[in-house]
């Protein structure tokens, strides 16, 4: 078996992102990936400028409190003034540019009028209460690099920057695919047998939360004619088919064949629980469709619906991130104690659904089970367990939390 180290590392290694660039004005730029480095155009403050509403002054004519200055002019944001004579002051508001001459600005609490013009009750110190030029970004700075996922911090940002569109790629293209005669829609009778078909829901939410664009799932009986079908029109519309369930060895699990016939297939075994069986591959695209290399990518995923919705987090995600053209970052994790023992110490990376109690500890749901998705419901994330490790209440482990791993 593969460990989930070296299979991560191969799926990065796999991926190549999708290399249409398309240009978007910065309302409809969030949720993209940014395809080109930008800098800013300008520096931000263009000018030194107020941090606070007061008085802008020479430092140096304001020796003690109590002392009283004439005031001269008055300076609203979006307004520049005439050169501050020593001995006088100038009434100033957030985000006005200083005056020449000022190097300091006392806030309007530590002042009051006077006969002659304002009180300042403060000694103030040089740069006090002062935006520098340029303290944000410099102009011609690199403000935003190629990779990153535009949120609204980032289009905030390219604003400031007096940039109006930003040059992003193209959203990656999803299908999902159920396969198995099992397989029951939602809200229809059940019959005997038959199993609701949970899977395609939580990964299309998965897949749009990463700002992919989805199909609607398809849903395609177990006969390998139609499966071959379903996967070649599925190839010659999207970028990347997404199966959970069906790669196996059986007589009904044509998944398989149906990949192999129609492109190749790396099926893995990666030392995870939950999860294990996994499915790389690429699909031949017909030769009118477009696309990179006339091929495109196949994923298949464990059938339980746990093991689906844990390997898609930490397996396919980052895979997907990577086709996006997104910058790829390890896994966040934080040092939480554990509030319960788990004694068995087994060979595979164990990911198990936990939440914090009302002390900050992790607790463990009690059946860690690939079909029991309650559990997903009940924790906030996930607590990796290191290959032969056990777990003692009040040791430290690294928890994955549910916020992180779905952004």
């Not at 970028?239 to 959970?244: A, E, N």
């Not at 991130?321 to 939480?336: C, M, N, S």
């Not at 087994?346 to 607790?363: I, K, N, T, W």
Request: hydrophobic letters at 45%; a negative charge.
């Amino acid at each position: 078996m593969l460990s989930y180290p070296e299979a991560l590392a191969r799926l990065l290694a796999a991926a190549v992102p999708v290399s249409e660039i398309c240009t978007q004005p910065l309302f409809a730029a969030t949720g993209r990936v940014l395809a080109q480095p930008q800098f800013s155009r300008v520096a931000v403050p263009s000018l030194d400028n107020s941090a606070m509403d007061g008085y802008a002054v020479r430092a140096a004519d304001v020796s003690a409190p109590g002392i009283c200055l004439p005031v001269t002019q008055r300076l609203p944001a979006g307004c520049v003034g005439q050169a501050l004579q020593p001995g006088s002051a100038a009434r100033i508001f957030t985000g006005a540019p200083l005056p020449p001459g000022a190097d300091a600005v006392v806030m309007q609490e530590l002042c009051e009028p006077g006969a002659d013009g304002v009180i300042l009750r403060h000694v103030p110190k040089v740069g006090e209460n002062i935006r520098r030029r340029g303290e944000d970004m410099q102009e011609g700075e690199e403000i935003l690099a190629a990779g990153t996922l535009l949120r609204p911090q980032e289009i905030s940002l390219a604003a400031s920057a007096g940039l109006a569109e930003l040059p992003v790629r193209r959203r990656l293209e999803v299908a999902v695919l159920s396969t198995g005669d099992e397989l029951v829609e939602p809200g229809q009778p059940l019959p005997p047998g038959g199993v609701y078909d949970a899977n395609p829901f939580a990964l299309v939410g998965l897949l749009k939360s990463l700002g992919c664009e989805v199909r609607a799932p398809l849903r395609i009986p177990d006969d390998l004619e139609a499966t071959r079908a379903a996967l070649c029109q599925a190839a010659a519309e999207n970028d990347l088919i997404l199966t959970s369930g069906g790669v196996s060895v059986g007589e009904e699990d044509h998944v398989k064949r149906a990949v192999q016939a129609e492109g190749r297939l790396d099926l893995w075994r990666v030392a995870i629980k939950p999860g294990k069986p996994l499915a790389l591959g690429r699909l031949r695209r017909p030769e009118t469709a477009a696309g990179p290399g006339g091929m495109a990518w196949f994923i298949g995923l464990p059938g339980n619906p746990v093991s689906a919705f844990v390997s898609f987090l930490v397996l396919v995600r980052p895979f997907i991130q990577r086709l996006q053209g997104r910058t790829v970052r390890p896994l966040q994790a934080y040092r939480l104690p554990a509030a319960w023992r788990w004694s068995e110490a087994s060979p595979l990376h164990e990911f198990l659904r936990v939440r914090r109690d009302a002390e900050g500890r992790l607790e463990a749901f009690p059946n860690q089970g690939s079909g029991v998705l309650s559990s997903l419901v009940w924790s906030e994330g996930l607590a990796i367990k290191p290959p032969h490790a056990c777990i003692e209440p009040g040791d430290l482990v690294d928890f994955l939390p549910f916020a992180e791993l779905l952004s």
